[in-house]
Nanobody
């Protein structure tokens, strides 16, 4: 089993910044990559950003230039999502995930709330 622990969510004003963290533990062999999805009320869950163990990154168009995903320099099982220039439409529950080379292949964190409001 794998456990993902997220932190860093909260309430921020428009234009502000937050940094989310996600740490994976447990059976972390065969890690392929990690990333973040988000789900706003009444909307489908959408991919925000991802990073592979080879540092290939991918971003949703809506966050390009504002969000940056990165891995910890010493622990490749910790990822960060730096969110700048936040907008009210970024309000959602953010879920960390990790992909592995064994079933069930993807594990999820419990989610952390990000609210952008004045």
């Amino acid at each position: 089993q794998v456990q993902l622990v997220e932190s860093g969510g909260g309430l921020v004003q428009p234009g502000g910044s937050l940094r989310l963290s996600c740490a994976a533990s447990g059976n972390i062999f065969s890690l392929n990559g990690m990333g973040w999805y988000r789900q706003a009320p009444g909307k489908q869950r959408e991919l925000v950003a991802s990073i592979t163990t080879g540092d290939i990154v991918n971003y949703a168009d809506s966050v390009k230039g504002r969000f940056t995903i990165s891995r910890d320099n010493t622990k490749n099982t910790v990822v960060y999502l730096q969110m700048n220039s936040l907008k009210p439409e970024d309000t959602a529950i953010y879920y960390c995930y990790a992909d592995f080379g064994y079933y069930p292949y993807r594990f999820w964190g419990q989610g952390t709330q990000v609210t952008v409001s004045s």
